[in-house]
């Protein structure tokens, strides 16, 4: 290989690093085992390596600008103003990517109710979280979406039948889910993005539900999608 095309391809490497910025993880006590996952099987690999902070408990709605990508897991402690929420669109609209995972929809309010009933992330694609105890029946709605790509859903997963929603808004692209609620979604915000994933990982694995790791593969598609330049937003 010659001298130029070497460094041709480090610059290459390089600019793709850079543009993946610093990812954000934000989640109180039992988000930290889905966080320490997330850490050492995705983000800190010998295979990948991304820019990452764990913020513990508090959620960074003052300094958004810090991060490309900030994943929410289960809950956080810092309930937003409605001005903080404000400046979470404009960061979203503006290339900024956030990934819910469980119920941490529910801490962007004071209660689920109210998340529920001022639609406060309903421009993020959520309405609210949904439980039943009994699980709800999901297939796969949308199969060309990049978070599947391989994964094999030919044999459906026990994960298929689900406790954990979302009723999801508009935006919202229902990957898996039924036809009302959302399992695994994912929503354009202008130049950003939002996604949603019903599951923990941590959960799946400590009740042996996740066989062949194919939540495992989702989440990590979802994380690439967010972070990679490849499937930015066209227009940015």
Known sequence: MSCKMLIFLLFIFASTFLNAGTVALVGASEGQDELKLITNEILDT???QYKFKNLSATFPFDNLSDYSLIIAAVRFSNTPTQEQLTKLRKWIEDGGN???ISTVPNSFAKTPEQLD????MAWAGVWKVIY???????????????????VDLTQEPK??????????????????????????GYA?????????????????RSDKLDSGGRWFKILKNIIEMAELPQYKHPKY
């Open 46 to 48: 010998e295979t990948q």
């Open 117 to 120: 009933k001022d639609h406060l």
């Open 159 to 184: 994960w298929f039948k689900a406790q954990q929603l979302i009723w999801h808004y508009r935006n919202m692209q229902n990957i898996i889910g039924n036809e009302k609620y959302c399992l695994v």
């Open 132 to 150: 039943r105890a009994k699980g709800i029946n999901c297939v796969v709605q949308v199969p060309e979406n990049q978070a599947l790509n391989g």
């Open 98 to 100: 956030l990934i819910l």
């Open 188 to 204: 354009t915000v202008n130049a950003g993005s939002v996604s949603f994933l019903g599951y923990e990982l941590n959960k799946l």
